[in-house]
């Protein structure tokens, strides 16, 4: 018999196709959120393989009576499938397909408590007594990629009489005297049956009581004299060939039983070795249904003959379709609604992130492909033929094309996506189609997590995932069958069946987790190489941009969108008032507008001084290249370069979430400014008012030092009724006089702005330092959140002997601004306003809820830095950190290689393993047998272990007192009251093993 | 213990020549207080094993020949009124008797037939609304010819669950008939056959089997067997036949002077006791259910 095997099937391809599609996708990108969700979808399918096996080894198959049939005909062989244990999950979706290829209809969900019945219909090809039926069990649940199959031996005894045939008249019934026609014979005296009344027959014999209840009109029949017999003789054959011989006397039995005569047979007696015949048997007279199959018995199990040949029947190429195994199967029926709206809503949902990047066009057909596919399901129509799908398909590509001229690019390539995915879902009729359903739907899922990568995007896409996974187990499950009749008045269940569905998804997931860490952990990541990138979906994500003009600070601070977290590893973290987030210089200014200027940094101009600051920062991608760092990054990092001002820049635009450590001085003093940096800094805006000069001036001449003339300007916000406001309107024209003069009212970027304009006019030199201010401390996680809306402004002017010192005019205009952080500082502005209708931040809920914001950005925090962040360089340090070396990582298809290896190893272990468990005795014992089988003498299965060792001492004499032994002391183990140690039994065992046979 | 049985078989066995197998498989069922049907063509020799069996264990014994007239009262016992006492007085049967041997049972009508099924399994019989209890212990021995012999009734699936064992005898073989034409006269040997057994001896030896253990993977076996039969076939063995498996198995390891069944025992016994069972699906797969049995045995892996 062969042995059980697991094999990919055609949907396999499919999953290759999603999981290459996912590691190219993350490889490319070196993108750790694309991986993981390409290890979980690995993971589900490896365990799933392990689901597949358990399923059909906990099923115990046999086959009830089967029924006698001739030669030719379709045997029906009742199948019953019993679990052997008791498995919350069921055994759903098996199947047993015949040796000759035929398919019995699928079980229903066996369970412990409710054995399933199945109708196989093979051809009876040969003629013949046979004790058993060879069958393999089979399912592809739960996944559906790989079909696990057991081979089994269904015992029950079944005959196939031969082919009634030939044309020989029956033999005339060998009582000439009283030889009635019709075969009547009224001359017995025992009554022996009935039979049907024929037309035309005499009347006196109908059994008139039977017909008055009710029955047909039957004629009585009485046993006449023995001699009133038709006696059916193989010998009197003899010029037919062999099975033609059988055929014609079982064409014979047939006519005999019909006219209701008696009959005998007689077939020679044969020898195994010849065919001659030695004596011959005979079974006696007698009609009835009894007799006539023990006469087509004795034919079917008629040796064959040794000369001639069996004529052979036709070969078959293929299994022919049996009509009575389709008429089980509805094939408008193999998509349950259940499933099908589970795996729609998986769909839909996995759609979601996409819609506003799909063409409208895919949308809309998309959409109503969803609704129309359920509505064919629950309404039974027909499916849409091939032209209708043709021209669905011409039309949505050509509308595409039309749109955006090529089909090149992420917008068309997700229209022909979604457009062929309606389709698909359109035709969706079989399990095949449904598995590719699924596996783009995982490809859909996939495709949302290009635009964003944080936890949320994850953990959505995650669910999509396992939605569509559940709904291919569903799927896979089948109708489902009656509940325990215990519970809940064995009702159908159709929700039921998903929640367990969903349960098993979430077991998998569970049982797939430890793989799913080492794949992450050691999976080979690489990076290069791969010519793919996404179209940048950060660029609609609003971020600082390179220049600052009134109103670019404030736009920013309506988000509290993340921009970047920081741990203070060396546990010196700075006040939230005083940590300013240094992300980029502008030297170029005029009035408010200013811009970055393309200065030379001077390499050795900045000495180090002053306490460091060591910072870890973990930051959200955004698409430019700012690096954020405390006031002021000395070190270097890798990927970066300095730049003028002492400021970080990324070398490439940061499109992933990006780690990295740095180190601040906030305390450090230059003494030189270099020519090129002084003229850049002293660049007085183009359009200087009189107004401005005369103010300029009266500072100036009011103070000697520079420190004055600062001191002065930032008296001057301060006395003269400036408001800091997020919404000061728009300037135009001079807006530098007009903010100073008239409206006087602005946000950081303003002040910043005019304050480091007027210290220019001044003769100061100055510059504008953009980035971020203060932070968010979360106790949760130790460390400082800092958001969209903690961006700031502020200015930097040169003090000889001091070096640039940071002014920040708004500390003048708005200090509860600095010193508690923007949003706190509107909070308790607008309380003042109206406090009553205000959430009250110290309230318990307000407490609770700004508790479970915290903790949620810390989980997003732990999820950027262990996470999004572990790529090619983590990996390789934790590698050499286990202490393997330096790897060559370079080549992932060893790694995948062996990866596939060691599950299939693991798999194979658990696949050798006896089902059920066995103890110690059993096992030894079995190795000794196998010994045993080895030198020639294997035991059956039924044989008890004091006959095969009685039977195997008399077959190894030389061995004979071990061997009655070790039977002795298995016996006692296993039956005995009060079993002897098993370390004697074990010993002799080990005896044994070593002895040679 | 195991010599008494011995001297038992031994002594039956110089009676019944050369069907050692039959007689042991008779004891086995005497000792587990099981009732014993014998089926065969007629002359080979049922009654007289069954005289046999009777006479050397020294019960009380009586024989009712059935014919297809008898009816149930004649065996029960019916009341009669005693004038005397002006009352119904209940005259027991040929039933009330230790060991009854029932011949050709499948002669009586199934009226008849099925007047042995409470006293068979309770141990009593009911006549007139009055219950008498029938002699401990109680052993029926019945015989009958193959069903398809003709004026037979061919006893219901109930009854034939009652019978712990069918043992079939067959023809001798070619030396056990020369011995048997070359010794005496059965009858003057049945004749002077001596008991080797009391009811006290026995009692004790039908104690002794209920000791016998029977360990958890010996009960696994047995149940693979039921469970298999209830596969299978579509009237599967049932809970009683079940217990009478392991009534038998028990009795026939203590035959081999064995404090524990074996799967070996179970496979000795399992033909006797599953044949009559089973064989109650001839239509659909048209084999006795004997054969069954044999197939059980030899396809039901031991654990």
């Avoid at chain 1, 393989?49 to 029906?76: K, Q, R």
Wanted: hydrophobic share 40%.
């Amino acid at each position: 018999m062969r042995r059980f095997r697991l094999r990919p099937n055609r949907n396999a391809l499919g999953l290759a196709a999603i999981l290459i599609a996912m590691w190219y996708a993350a490889a490319s990108q070196s993108n750790s959120a694309v991986y993981l969700l390409g290890f979980v979808l690995a993971s589900l399918a490896t365990v799933s393989i392990v689901h597949a096996w358990v399923n059909v080894y906990g099923v115990a198959l046999s086959a009830e009576p089967i029924a006698p049939v001739f030669l030719g005909e379709d045997i029906g062989i009742p199948l019953v499938g019993t679990a052997r244990r008791r498995r919350r999950h069921g055994h759903p979706g098996l199947r047993v397909t015949s040796a000759t290829g035929h398919q019995a209809a699928p079980f229903d969900e066996i369970r412990f408590e409710s054995p399933q019945r199945s109708l196989l219909w093979i051809r009876a090809e040969e003629r013949g007594r046979f004790e058993t039926v060879e069958v393999e069990l089979s399912t592809i649940y739960p996944m559906g990629f790989i079909t696990a199959i057991r081979p089994d031996q269904l015992v029950q005894l079944h005959f196939v009489y031969p082919k009634p045939d030939g044309n020989l008249p029956l033999p005339q019934s060998q009582s000439p005297s009283k030889h009635l026609p019709d075969g009547i014979r009224s001359d017995g005296d025992d009554f022996s049956g009935t039979r049907a009344y024929r037309q035309g027959e005499s009347q006196r014999h109908i059994d008139w009581k039977a017909a008055a209840r009710g029955q047909p009109l039957l004629v009585k029949q009485w046993a006449g004299d023995t001699d009133d017999v038709i006696r059916l003789d193989w010998h009197t054959l003899g010029a037919l060939p062999w099975e033609a011989r059988l055929s014609q006397l079982t064409r014979w039995v047939i006519q005999a039983e019909q006219s209701g005569a008696t009959y005998s047979l007689t077939l020679p007696k044969l020898t195994e070795s010849s065919t001659d015949s030695s004596g011959s048997s005979t079974i006696r007279p007698d009609h009835g249904p009894a007799h006539f199959h023990e006469c087509l018995r004795a034919l079917a199990a008629f040796p064959p003959s040794l000369t001639e040949r069996a004529e052979p029947l036709p070969p078959r190429s293929e299994p022919v379709p049996l009509p009575r195994a389709n008429d089980l199967r509805n094939p408008h029926s193999v998509v349950r609604t259940d499933s099908l709206a589970a795996i729609c809503l998986g769909l839909f949902l996995g759609a979601v992130p996409l819609l506003d990047r799909m063409p409208p066009v895919a949308t809309a057909m998309f959409f109503a492909a969803l609704i129309t596919r359920l509505w064919i399901n629950v309404k039974g129509t027909r499916l849409p033929s091939m032209p209708i799908k043709l021209v669905l398909l011409g039309g949505g590509l050509g509308v595409i094309g039309l749109i955006y001229g090529s089909m090149v690019g992420i917008e068309p390539g997700l229209g022909i996506l979604f457009v062929l995915l309606s389709l698909k879902l359109l035709e969706t009729n079989t399990i095949h189609d449904f598995q590719v359903l699924a596996m783009l739907g995982w490809f859909v899922a996939l495709c949302g997590l290009f635009f964003s990568q944080d936890l949320r995007s994850w953990l959505y896409v995650g669910t999509v995932g396992l939605i569509l996974t559940a709904a291919l187990i569903r799927f896979h499950r089948g109708p489902g069958s009656a509940e325990n009749p215990l519970k809940k008045g064995g009702r159908f269940k159709g929700a039921r069946g998903f929640g367990n569905s969903v349960k098993l998804t979430g077991t998998m997931l569970l049982q797939g987790s430890p793989l799913i860490l080492l794949l992450f952990l050691f999976f080979p990541r690489t990076y290069g190489g791969y010519q793919f990138t996404f179209s940048n979906g950060i660029t609609n994500q609003r971020a600082m941009s390179e220049k600052m003009e009134p109103g670019s600070v404030a736009t920013l601070a309506l988000s509290d969108r993340p921009v970047f977290r920081v741990e203070f590893p060396d546990q010196n973290m700075p006040s939230t008032s005083q940590m300013y987030w240094r992300g980029g210089v502008l030297w170029r200014g005029d009035g408010l507008t200013w811009l970055r200027g393309g200065l030379r940094l001077e390499a050795d101009s900045i000495p180090l001084t002053g306490p460091a600051i060591r910072q870890q920062i973990v930051m959200e991608p955004h698409g430019g290249r700012w690096i954020f760092a405390l006031d002021r990054p000395m070190n270097e990092v890798s990927k970066t370069t300095q730049e003028a001002g002492g400021y970080l820049q990324s070398i490439k635009p940061v499109n992933k979430s990006l780690r990295y450590s740095v180190v601040s001085r906030p305390e450090n003093r230059e003494t030189k400014l270099f020519p090129e940096h002084l003229v850049a800094a002293l660049q007085k805006p183009s359009n200087v008012s009189p107004r401005i000069q005369a103010l300029v001036a009266s500072w100036v001449k009011g103070s000697a030092k520079e420190q004055g003339v600062v001191e002065s300007a930032l008296k001057f916000f301060q006395t003269e009724n400036f408001s800091y406001t997020l919404t000061p309107g728009r300037y135009s024209g001079d807006a530098l006089d007009q903010f100073l003069f008239v409206r006087r009212s602005g946000f950081c970027e303003h002040y910043a702005g005019a304050f480091a304009s007027l210290m220019r006019i001044a003769g100061i030199p100055a510059r504008v330092v953009i980035g971020f201010h203060g932070g968010e401390f979360n106790a949760l996680g130790g460390y400082v959140i800092v958001r969209q809306c903690d961006a700031h402004a502020w200015c930097e002017v040169w003090l000889n002997g001091r070096g640039w010192a940071r002014v920040d005019p708004v500390d003048a205009i708005a200090p509860g601004r600095i010193q508690s952080g923007l949003t706190s500082f509107l909070e308790s502005r607008s309380r003042d306003d109206d406090s009553q209708t205000r959430t009250d931040s110290t309230s318990f809920t307000g407490r609770f809820l700004s508790r479970l914001r915290l903790a949620w950005d810390s989980l997003n925090y732990q999820w950027d830095l262990r996470v999004l962040s572990f790529d090619e360089e983590s990996q390789r340090s934790l590698v050499s950190f286990l202490g393997f070396g330096e790897p060559s990582w370079l080549s992932p298809l060893p790694w995948i290689a062996m990866t596939a290896g060691v599950c299939f190893i693991i798999l194979s272990l658990r696949i050798r393993r006896p089902w059920p468990q066995e103890d110690v005795a059993v096992r030894e014992y079995s190795r000794f047998c196998k010994k045993l089988a080895a030198s020639g003498l294997p035991r059956p299965a039924f044989e008890g272990a004091s006959d095969f060792t009685e039977r195997a001492a008399c077959h190894f004499p030389a061995q004979a007192v071990l061997i009655r032994k070790i039977g002795a002391l298995y016996v006692q183990l296993r039956y005995a009251r009060s079993a002897p140690a098993l370390a004697d039994f074990l010993t002799e065992i080990k005896a044994f093993q070593k002895e040679k046979l | 213990m195991k010599t008494r049985i011995e001297t038992l078989i031994s002594q039956i066995g110089e009676i019944i020549v050369g069907k050692n197998e039959a007689v042991q498989l008779s004891v086995a069922c005497l000792l587990a207080r099981g009732h014993l049907l014998i089926e065969d063509i007629p002359g080979v020799g049922k009654t007289t094993l069954s005289h046999a069996l009777a006479r050397s264990i020294g019960l009380q014994f009586r024989r009712v020949q059935f014919t297809s007239d008898l009816l149930p009262a004649d065996i029960l016992g019916n009341s009669i009124f005693d004038r005397e006492q002006q009352r119904f007085v209940f005259h027991a049967g040929p039933l009330f008797s230790q060991v009854v041997l029932i011949d050709e049972v499948n002669r009586a009508t199934p009226k008849t037939q099925s007047a042995l099924l409470e006293a068979m399994e309770e141990n009593q019989v009911t006549a007139d609304g009055a219950t008498h209890p029938l002699p401990e212990p109680f052993f029926v021995l019945a015989t009958q010819n193959p069903q398809n012999q003709i004026g037979t009734f061919p006893l219901p699936e109930s009854q034939l669950d009652r019978f712990l064992m069918r043992i079939g005898l067959g023809v001798p073989d070619r030396a056990s008939e020369r011995a048997l034409l070359l010794g005496l006269d059965r009858r003057q040997l049945l004749k002077d056959l001596q008991p080797s057994l009391n009811a006290e001896t026995l009692r004790e030896i039908q104690h002794a089997v209920q000791e016998v253990h029977a360990s958890a993977a010996l009960l696994d076996y047995l149940q693979d067997l039921l469970e298999a039969s209830r596969l299978r076939h579509r009237t599967g063995l049932s809970p009683r036949a079940g217990l009478a498996m392991l009534r038998a198995s028990k009795a026939w390891a203590l035959m081999q002077g064995r404090e524990m069944v074996l799967p070996e025992d179970v496979q000795a016994v399992g033909i006797a006791v599953m044949a009559h069972r089973l064989g109650q699906d001839l239509e659909s797969s048209g084999e006795s259910g004997r054969a069954l049995a044999q197939s059980l045995l030899k396809t039901v892996p031991v654990p």
